[in-house]
């Protein structure tokens, strides 16, 4: 079992739409989940970080948290077409504090 | 303000050359320190991590070696490449969160 799972996509969202992306990890003791947003040819950048259950918003991007289900999940409010990128889903903590894990990336992809 | 500087942006180097890659870190103290490999269409593989000067952990055992001479500065190396070696390679900082600099493409031939 993979440590932290993605769909691969490609994901298909209309211009305006909410894109959902999710994300599972295997490590119950892990402590912090982040997304980062990864366009081609370029490092990753970090969008949204989440810690506690529930959900946290920022501007379009909103976090969810389900730490009994092992489950994080993406919200993307009004898509744009620059929003079509690759979406990785990274996790740290558990059996290392320091250690974060990638999972392999949601490619999404914003059609107007 | 903190930054990473990673260097050189692209590489190409023949199968049985030695590698050094270096990062550093600026605007900062202690950071956990990282190397990722990401092949191409593929998510990022954590190669190494530390969270001290001397403090190296291993994530997958392969011909690469990393080492941490001071504070902010991180050096991935190999002794002889091997194709498999290719991918692209990142850099990246941070204590809680990890901030990527911009990245390596490393071609070897």
């Known amino acids: 079992q993979k440590e932290v799972e993605q769909n691969s996509g490609p994901l298909s969202v209309p211009e305006g739409a909410i894109a959902s992306l999710n994300c599972t990890y295997s490590?119950?003791?892990?402590?912090?989940f982040f997304w980062y947003r990864q366009y081609s040819g370029k490092s990753p950048e970090l969008i949204m970080f989440i810690y506690s259950n529930g959900d946290k918003e920022d501007g379009r991007f909103t976090a969810q948290l389900n730490k009994a289900s092992q489950y994080v999940s993406l919200l993307i409010r009004d898509s744009q077409p620059s929003d079509s990128a690759t979406y990785l889903c990274?996790?740290?903590?558990?059996?290392?504090?320091?250690?974060?894990?990638f999972g392999s990336g949601t490619r999404l992809s914003i059609r107007p | 303000s903190q930054t990473i500087h990673q260097w050189p942006a692209t590489l190409v180097q023949p199968v049985g050359s030695p590698l050094s890659l270096e990062c550093t870190v600026e605007?900062?103290?202690?950071?956990?320190l990282y190397w990722y490999r990401q092949a191409a269409g593929r998510g990022l593989q954590l190669l190494f991590y530390s969270v001290g000067i001397g403090q190296i952990s291993s994530e997958v055992p392969q011909n690469l070696s990393a080492s941490r001479p001071q504070d902010r500065q991180f050096i991935l190396s190999s002794k002889k490449l091997l194709l498999s070696d290719s991918g692209f390679y990142l850099c990246?900082?941070?204590?809680?969160?990890?901030?990527f600099g911009q990245g390596t493409r490393l071609t070897v031939v």
């Open positions: 605007g900062t103290s202690n950071p956990n």
């Open positions: 990274a996790v740290k903590g558990g059996s290392s504090a320091s250690k974060i894990i």
């Open positions: 990246a900082f941070g204590r809680t969160e990890a901030f």
């Open positions: 490590d119950r003791g892990s402590q912090s």
